[in-house]
């Protein structure tokens, strides 16, 4: 069971984070969310898709990483086999909570950083540091506070974004069935993607409105990511044709 506290150098002096990637860690997963600030690296990699929050409605965008249930293509014995790793895997057992405190006189809820003590990465013998012996940040911390406060403001553009979307009639159903050999194939459902024949059709007024808001460029990477699906493929066959080598 989670068990979130906000993070300090008193209290969490011993704290380190185990850092690889591995089933145990749970990240043996076949989605992973990301923000629209992570798209541009992860298109590089990963099909992006958008998914409808069933509690609201609302639009959120993951990556696939696998075809089925628990399964993460780019997870191997060597740890994570991709140039980048979405940053809610990332950041590990770290979040963005929120505290209230007064700023210039006025109390706002400023985001902080908070652990999950229970998460599988957590341990004081083994792994990172997060702090100094001196109480400071260690490097691994800096690197997780940036992390977190990109995802943050990723999170901050995901509602505008999704809403300029509809608003332009780009959003998709797609039924993915994806054939990875004349033995095996899987169909995906629940996804929505940038429709590419919509987006190249926009007219001069909607295209100004998507890039000055910074949204165009993130419509043609999610709409071209789609191609990264073969990648997924590939990686099937090649552990088919592994195991069966080694049986």
Do not use: C
């Amino acid at each position: 069971m989670a068990q979130h506290v906000m993070l300090n150098n008193v209290a969490h002096k011993d704290l380190r984070v185990v850092t690889g990637y591995s089933a145990s860690h749970g990240d043996n997963v076949a989605t992973a969310m990301v923000v629209p600030t992570e798209f541009l690296q992860a298109q590089r990699e990963y099909p992006i898709f958008f998914r409808k929050d069933p509690a609201t409605g609302e639009f959120m965008a993951v990556v696939l990483l696998g075809l089925q249930k628990d399964e993460n293509l780019f997870l191997d014995d060597k740890g994570w086999n991709a140039d980048y790793v979405p940053g809610v895997i990332a950041r590990g057992p770290f979040f963005i909570g929120y505290q209230r405190q007064e700023v210039q006189g006025k109390v706002e809820n400023v985001g902080v950083i908070h652990v999950d003590m229970e998460h599988p990465r957590v341990s004081k013998t083994e792994g990172e540091p997060v702090f100094k012996p001196d109480g400071g940040n260690t490097r691994y911390l800096d690197r997780i506070a940036d992390l977190l406060n990109g995802v943050s403001q990723g999170l901050e553009i995901n509602k505008p974004m999704f809403e300029a979307f509809k608003a332009a009639d780009l959003i998709e159903p797609v039924q993915l069935e994806v054939k990875v050999n004349s033995e095996e194939q899987y169909n995906l459902t629940g996804l929505f993607t940038v429709s590419r024949d919509k987006l190249n059709n926009l007219d001069a007024e909607t295209l100004f409105k998507l890039h000055r808001a910074g949204y165009l460029q993130a419509a043609f990477l999610v709409a071209s990511s789609i191609n990264n699906v073969q990648r997924l493929i590939d990686i099937k066959n090649s552990r088919r044709r592994q195991t069966a080598m080694a049986s």
